[in-house]
């Protein structure tokens, strides 16, 4: 192609060399280094005026250097009079941080977003964001790539029996992305989601209120019957001043009717521990739910006991005190209320922020000291079927493994594939996986380096190659042609 440059960054060299290799054409020349104190240091080795620049620069294991070095970059090509300025960031960092998840949290995604703009940018490429909202962090225009036409391939060419297969979500932020694969598949879907063990507290709901109950006990029908019949007795037995001589006795009129017959009314609130006995709940579809135990991360029997000292969380009873003495202990009516104990909890999201900011991460943070446990809830059939469990990307391997261990120890799966478009692999993540006897293989794209030496010692570890699609995108964009049909694959 005339009148292109393309640069490669150090965070992904591999992947530049696929996408230059298919577009006939080779990396422009760039020395990248650092100086003795850590700075970044970049030289553009070629003319680049009136050229239409691209950038190939993914995540790596030095994100910050990876960040650092594509915005100077960047700017670098802008003082050379470059004609356009495309990154091409197959993984966008930061990308979880797109929303704030406490009351002093930073949005770091629309930071970046933001520096990028500055540099000097004036398109991005980037695939599979984690959050598809992000693109409206940018004032320039953003191509966000889908790696669901090559995974769904891969599945059809790789997979026995894949059409008998259920595609899970793993958490709830992950629903839109599974559905959207399994309408792809024609194939069934379902989820798993964890949530924390409510308290032991005695105040579950605002029925169970010590006020409400006190002011509902009573039928107001009933009282008020009384009160109007008491003051019609009081009424009837007063005598006057000076009683008129009756001339003949007066005729014995019973009372009203509405005092011996009592209408029927509505049946006044009760207690859920009262309509239990009463009404059992039997929708069908319930049964079909799964659900399980999570300790510290690991999934664990029914009947495995927690240490209640851990369990307590901090809140030990003061000296010659127990927990029993808590309990028999008469407690105050307004400290049992539910807007008493609602406002007791500390909030789980920032102020105008969403819900669901804590459940959308990959991992959920564990307080030192204190005893996690969770409910993990697998809603689907998926007994004596291959599960894949799908995910925008791989970090930390402990929701992968009890979403794996739950499908399969207790929704009887066959196989499970654990599926993601970026294989970020934190820590000793692939080898905790690669452990896991739950889990049979693990497919990621190579939007993210992984190292040689990790792919040579995983057997259950695939990478499909999506250097074609960015290649692909980086020609239509050259060329003023639409990316539409990119995101649908034709087999």
């Known amino acids: 192609m005339r009148g292109v440059q393309i640069f490669s960054g150090n965070s992904h060299p591999s992947l530049a060399d696929m996408i230059c290799e298919r577009l006939g054409t080779v990396p422009a020349k760039a020395n990248l280094g650092k100086f003795a104190n850590g700075e970044t240091s970049v030289n553009i080795g070629t003319s680049v005026r009136n050229q239409d ?14 960040v650092m070095e594509l915005l100077i970059m960047i700017s670098a090509c802008k003082g050379g009079s470059a004609k356009s300025i495309t990154a091409v960031m197959p993984y966008f960092p930061y990308s979880r941080q797109s929303k704030k998840k406490s009351h002093r949290g930073a949005i770091t995604a629309r930071m970046l977003a933001n520096l990028l703009t500055i540099a000097g940018v004036d398109h991005v490429i980037t695939m599979d964001l984690h959050a598809s909202q992000m693109q409206g962090f940018f004032g320039k225009p953003v191509d966000n790539l889908f790696a669901e036409p090559f995974i ?79 003051l019609h007795m009081h009424r009837s037995n007063r005598t006057p001043a000076t009683p008129p001589i009756p001339e003949e006795p007066e005729p014995i009129t019973p009372p009203p009717a509405q005092y011996l017959l009592r209408p029927e009314t509505p049946p006044a609130a ?27 991360g690991q999934l664990v029997d029914d009947d495995y006991r927690v240490n209640e000292e851990s369990q307590s969380g901090g809140t030990t009873p003061g000296a010659g005190s127990s927990s029993h003495d808590n309990t028999d202990a008469i407690s105050d009516p307004m400290a049992n209320s539910i807007i008493s104990h609602v406002s007791s909890q500390p909030p789980d999201h920032a102020l105008g922020g969403s819900f669901d900011a804590v459940e959308s991460d990959d991992e959920a943070s564990v307080c030192g000291g204190h005893v996690d446990e969770r409910t993990i809830t697998l809603v689907g059939e998926v007994r004596d079927r291959s599960v894949f469990l799908v995910d925008d990307m791989i970090d930390k391997s402990g929701s992968w493994i009890a979403a794996a261990e739950t499908v399969v120890k207790r929704g009887g799966a066959s196989k499970v594939y654990c599926i993601a478009t970026h294989g970020l692999f934190g820590e000793n993540s692939l080898d905790q996986m690669e ?39 980086i020609r239509r964009h050259h060329y003023g042609e639409s990316v539409s049909a990119l995101f649908h694959l034709n087999d």
């Open 435 to 473: 452990a896991c006897p739950s889990i049979d293989h693990i497919v990621v794209t190579n939007t993210f380096p992984i190292s040689p030496s990790m792919l040579r010692r995983s057997k259950k570890l695939i990478v499909i190659d999506i250097s074609s699609l960015l290649a692909e995108s």
């Open 152 to 230: 769904a391939r891969w599945i059809r060419m790789n997979v026995p029996g894949w059409k008998d297969a259920v595609v899970v979500s793993k958490n709830a932020g992950g629903t839109k992305r599974v559905t959207s694969l399994a309408d792809t598949l024609k194939l069934n879907f379902g989820i798993v989601t964890t949530d924390r063990r409510r308290p032991k507290v005695p105040v579950a709901a605002m029925t169970d209120s010590t006020v409400f109950f006190d002011a509902v006990d009573e039928d107001p029908l009933v009282a008020k019957e009384a009160h109007t019949f008491e």
């Open 53 to 66: 620049v691209y950038i190939i620069q993914s995540g790596s294991e030095k994100i910050n250097d990876s």
């Open 270 to 296: 009760r207690r859920p521990s009262e309509l239990d006995a009463e009404f059992e709940y039997t929708d069908v579809r319930v049964r079909d739910v799964i659900t399980g135990r999570l300790v510290q």
